[in-house]
């Protein structure tokens, strides 16, 4: 990863929801073209951390920059531009069309003019195999095409980061592999990612990291072979033993 320029510092990162610590003082560092995988039993603020990111959730305190910028209040809907962010159960706007829901965003931030929108989404429905549905409603989709959809959604804005927060764990098995197939694509095509997930093999085939947290604290991180062939702390080792 020598002479890449760095997309993403998080410094010092903390998150509580009352008396609730979920994030401990989380640093990291995600440079351009890594593909990040966040791993971590239930309840360890893996959600959360991808939420502070883009400032779905406001962070406690600490600092994220984005290309040198630090995110604040001020600028965070222009820094979303940015942070593409793809949702465990879609949040598509129901009342709204999926050519809607693509173009929404591009036009409320006067990005694109309706026809350049327009045109852009279809071309991104072409490519999932979804051209029929532009005029669909959320409703009358399935699981899988919600989510791919909403994949695209995020790409409409050609984003820097794309942060996936558990992208499939709402999905059937066949959805899932038809969802894990559209993000191996912008894998290949050498964007940068961030996912929390709980497919293991996806894990091991799609990341260029692995990070792992427990109780709010990165633990451990490391290449995919370093983390699941040669687990540095006994709690790396306690966890794999239980899902592998």
Not at 200 to 228: C, L, N
């Amino acid at each position: 990863m020598e002479n890449k320029d760095t997309d993403l510092i998080v410094k010092n990162l903390r998150k509580s929801f009352g008396k609730n610590k979920v994030l401990n003082g989380i640093n990291f560092e995600l440079k351009e073209g890594e593909r990040v995988v966040i791993l971590g039993p239930s309840g360890s603020g893996k959600s959360t951390f991808l939420r502070c990111i883009n400032w779905m959730e406001v962070p406690t305190s600490g600092e994220i920059y984005l290309d040198g910028v630090l995110i604040t209040e001020k600028n965070i809907r222009k820094m979303r531009r940015n942070l593409g962010m793809v949702f465990q159960h879609f949040n598509l706007i129901s009342n709204m069309t999926v050519m809607e829901n693509l173009t929404l965003a591009p036009l409320k931030l006067k990005l694109m003019k309706r026809d350049e929108a327009e045109k852009r989404a279809m071309e991104l429905l072409k490519h999932i195999g979804l051209p029929g549905k532009a005029n669909a409603y959320p409703a009358s989709l399935s699981g899988g095409q919600k989510q791919r959809v909403a994949i695209i959604r995020a790409m409409m804005l050609n984003p820097e980061v794309l942060l996936f927060d558990e992208p499939t764990s709402a999905l059937d098995p066949e959805s899932i592999e038809d969802v894990l197939s559209l993000i191996r694509e912008l894998a290949d095509r050498g964007m940068t990612i961030m996912i929390v997930t709980h497919e293991m093999s996806f894990a091991k085939e799609i990341a260029t990291r692995i990070v792992f947290i427990d109780k709010g604290r990165i633990i451990e991180e490391g290449t995919p072979e370093e983390f699941f062939s040669h687990p540095k702390t006994p709690r790396v080792q306690e966890f794999l033993k239980k899902i592998l």
